[in-house]
């Protein structure tokens, strides 16, 4: 019990949504039309982007990019707004969640080194009100614009032009924000900031390219299926790993939103 309970809390919205999914089932029966409700391309181009983020950060890119722009910086206020506007930007194309998960170690080593808590604490605070703001703009900043994008069949411009003031004003409130709460204390130059080893550059390449490659199929140029099967392979073959970090619950937390909801359309 205290497993299914510890399971549960991990991740609520997964078996909530399974719970309602077979609940809906008893009032509309299993029938072929099941199959029509998993929007099958959303979930492709989501574990393509997954599993390419998950080689990234398996040979260090973030880590990489995070301490060239960092290194040189000592003001604890330049540091708080160059981290808060890296979440903001950067989960415009990972997702919020991974953004977190790569900045959020780095930014408490760097930010350890100003003994100052109550900034730390803010910085962190509007670290994640960022990755959640800044995803907004872009089909893939998150799973639900991913959906909706494909749902609707809008364009890339026409998304952008929607999102756009709204992720502008954001950014606007949270530098203000981070502005007016951290400090602008400088470094005691005893920094515990460790030196990040570069990616292997032709490996980086060509996680670029498989990168562009899902990018292309959500604007639809690519058809979904070659984009999955060659992203498959090449992830497979380079990295095996990297199918360790990709998130599988919400893959199957979207397929039991697929069937809720497409249950749901069929109920008088």
Request: net charge positive; hydrophobic share 55%; aromatic share 12%.
């Amino acid at each position: 019990m205290d497993k299914i309970l510890a399971a549960f809390k991990k991740d609520p919205v997964l078996y909530i949504s399974g719970i309602l999914a077979l609940l809906s089932s008893f009032i509309v029966r299993p029938d072929a039309e099941y199959i029509g409700y998993i929007n099958f391309r959303v979930l492709a181009i989501l574990l393509g982007l997954m599993l390419i983020v998950s080689a990234c950060v398996r040979i260090g890119t973030f880590d990489y990019m995070t301490y060239c722009l960092l290194r040189k910086i000592k003001g604890q206020r330049h540091i708080s707004i160059l981290l808060v506007s890296m979440s903001f930007f950067l989960a415009m194309l990972l997702t919020n969640d991974v953004t977190l998960v790569t900045l959020v170690p780095f930014a408490i080593m760097v930010l350890s080194s100003f003994k100052d808590s109550r900034s730390m604490m803010y910085t962190l605070i509007f670290m994640t009100v960022a990755t959640n703001l800044g995803s907004m703009l872009t089909p893939i900043g998150n799973p639900q614009n991913l959906y909706l994008y494909a749902n609707y069949n809008m364009n890339l411009g026409s998304f952008f032009k929607l999102m756009l003031p709204y992720s502008a004003f954001a950014l606007i409130l949270i530098a203000i924000g981070v502005f007016i709460m951290c400090k602008n204390k400088e470094s005691d130059g005893d920094s515990k900031m460790q030196k990040a080893q570069a990616p292997k550059l032709s490996r980086l390449l060509i996680y670029i390219g498989l990168f562009i490659l899902c990018v292309l199929a959500v604007a639809g140029y690519v058809n979904w299926i070659i984009m999955i099967a060659i992203v498959a392979v090449a992830i497979f073959i380079l990295d095996k790993g990297a199918y360790k970090g990709a998130d599988y619950a919400l893959l199957l937390t979207f397929v039991f939103f697929f069937v809720l909801t497409g249950n749901i359309g069929r109920i008088s």
